[in-house]
């Protein structure tokens, strides 16, 4: 069982920071893939920023130049630096892990529960 908790939502105005972590814990041998993902109402979830285990990353265009997304390996954790914040950037972020586990073969989709990201123009 792997769990992922995510923290560092909240209200911010426009042109503001915010900087989100999930922690992974449980049976993990390794996570090749983290990611973020965020859902606005009415809207589907969509990809912002994946990193592997190497550091090789994505972002959607939107992000590109104002999110910043890195991850601590022997923490099993990934962070997602957020600047220039715009209303647009407002909805639930969701942290993803691809996990290989300790204790069977295969790799395995995981996700926090959301966090709430709201930008006030």
């Known amino acids: 069982q792997v769990q992922l908790v995510e923290s560092g939502g909240g209200l911010v105005q426009a042109g503001g920071s915010l900087r989100l972590s999930c922690a992974a814990s449980?049976?993990?041998?390794?996570?090749?893939?983290m990611a973020w993902y965020r859902q606005a109402p009415g809207k589907q979830r969509e990809l912002v920023a994946g990193?592997?285990?190497?550091?090789?990353?994505n972002y959607r265009d939107s992000v590109k130049g104002r999110f910043t997304i890195s991850r601590d390996n022997a923490k099993n954790t990934v962070y997602l630096q957020m600047n220039s914040l715009k209303p647009e950037d407002t909805a639930v972020y969701y942290c993803?892990?691809?996990?290989?586990?300790?204790?069977?073969?295969?790799?395995?989709?995981?996700w926090g529960q959301g966090t709430q990201v709201t930008v006030s123009s």
């Open positions: 449980g049976s993990i041998f390794s996570i090749v893939i």
């Open positions: 993803n892990a691809n996990v290989r586990p300790a204790t069977m073969g295969g790799t395995y989709s995981y």
């Open positions: 990193i592997t285990t190497s550091g090789s990353t």
